[in-house]
């Protein structure tokens, strides 16, 4: 059963943010993970969003995503990402 990582970014220092996507890039990459959406127009039908940019990442598994987010390749890019953004990340069993 496919991992989805669901992200809302608010980007609070652009600069340092681009450093961010090239590694975060590889890295989803060497671990099969692939974008579903990355930015783009997002419309909120009902409630609120607690960030305007939204990522959904996919992966073949929950336990292959979570090597993903733990794995030494992306330390450095999450470290990046926390110091140029505020997020709120999430994962879930998909279909």
């Known amino acids: 059963m496919p991992g989805y990582l669901i992200g809302h970014i608010e980007v609070t220092d652009p600069e340092k943010f681009e450093k961010y996507r090239p590694l975060a890039a590889a890295s989803i990459e060497k671990y099969g993970g692939t974008y ?3 930015g783009g127009e997002v419309e909120t039908l009902e409630g609120e969003l607690p960030a305007p940019r939204l990522v959904i ?39």
Not at 65 to 89: D, F, N, T
């Open 36 to 38: 579903v959406v990355r």
């Open 57 to 95: 990442l996919r992966f073949e598994s929950l336990d292959q995503l979570r090597l993903w987010y733990h794995s030494p390749e992306y330390q450095e890019a999450k470290a990046i990402r926390q110091a140029a953004a505020r997020s709120v990340i999430a994962i879930t069993e998909g279909l």
